[in-house]
């Protein structure tokens, strides 16, 4: 019988988060397949745990998750972390999970800390509907065309951020949603220096222009408000498709843009801007 895939969370800062059943599955699993075993063998040190630690990251995952899955088939358990937080939430996992999952080897998922749900229960923005971004692209074009698809997103976003990329990111976001958008900037959590700045993205803007950031961010912004079918004209219409074309979207995706968030069909949204063209 095949053994079980374990994805275990750990702590990300405070070492007290580490739950214990997931000490225990640490203890009791044949093996530990770790993100960064300098980083997990830390870890295993401050509980006491001796244990055999593989590699499984990114730049290892196709052939390592093979030889894991051998292992897992003749019968052994895995541990899976990584260097903080939940494994497959990006970070190494979710294709040893897909990989298991098409063995037909059983996988565990232990809940506990994950940076999103943590920045998002503190971020005081609305959590009924909300979204994970994950990290965006490094690449402007990318980085941009992500965040303008998310120009009429309602839900609230949650990103991941290094500090070295944050004043970049927020210009970016200020651009595509507008400097008074909220946003909830939740840095360094469960840390000594745990900070959670409630702002907007213009007064973010300014703010890290002056003093370069420096922790772990995750970035927690409000949605687009919500903009009722029947208050939408067609005057609204033809500004707000003018307003994304000045904003430097093509005439298509302005349409497009605006049909969703006036919530009215594309073909109509065409007709108007069409009548409305130079
Ligand atoms: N899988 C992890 C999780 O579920 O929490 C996330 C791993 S991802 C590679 C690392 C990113 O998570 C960081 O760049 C930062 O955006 C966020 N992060 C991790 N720990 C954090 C903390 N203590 N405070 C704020 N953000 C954190």
């Known amino acids: 019988m095949a053994g079980t895939l374990y994805l275990v969370p750990t702590p990300i800062g405070n070492l007290g988060d580490i739950s214990q059943r997931c000490r225990e599955i640490l203890e009791s699993a044949d093996f530990i397949a770790a ?13 006491g745990i001796k244990k055999s630690l593989v590699s499984y990251y990114e730049h290892n995952k196709a052939y390592r998750g093979d030889k894991i899955l051998e292992r897992l088939l003749a019968g052994e358990t895995c541990a899976l972390v990584s260097d903080a937080g939940t494994p497959a939430i990006s970070d190494p996992g979710k294709d040893l999970v897909r990989q298991c999952a098409d063995a037909g080897i059983p996988v565990c998922a232990i809940p506990g800390p994950c940076a999103a749900i943590t920045a998002l229960c503190v971020s005081g923005q609305p959590t009924d509907r909300f979204c994970f971004e994950g990290f965006l692209s490094t690449a402007k074009k990318s980085r941009r065309e992500h965040l303008d698809s998310l120009r009429s997103e309602q839900r609230t976003m949650i990103f991941y951020e290094a500090p070295h990329k944050l004043l970049a990111t927020l210009e970016d976001m200020a651009a595509a949603f507008g400097p008074d958008r909220p946003i909830s900037l939740c840095r360094e959590l469960t840390k000594l220096h745990e900070e959670v700045i409630r702002t907007t993205l213009g007064q973010a803007v300014e703010a890290y222009a002056q003093t370069p950031p420096k922790g772990e961010f995750v970035l927690v912004l409000a949605g687009a408000p919500p903009v009722e079918k029947q208050s939408a004209s067609e005057e609204d219409a ?20 605006a049909a969703a968030r006036l919530d009215l069909p594309k073909n109509v949204v065409y007709e108007i801007a069409l009548k409305d063209a130079p």
Do not use: I, P, W
């Open 238 to 257: 033809a500004a707000l498709v003018a307003r994304l074309m000045e904003e430097g979207l093509s005439r298509k995706d302005a349409v497009k843009q």
């Open 35 to 47: 993100e960064d075993t300098r980083v997990t063998l830390k870890l295993l040190n401050h509980l």
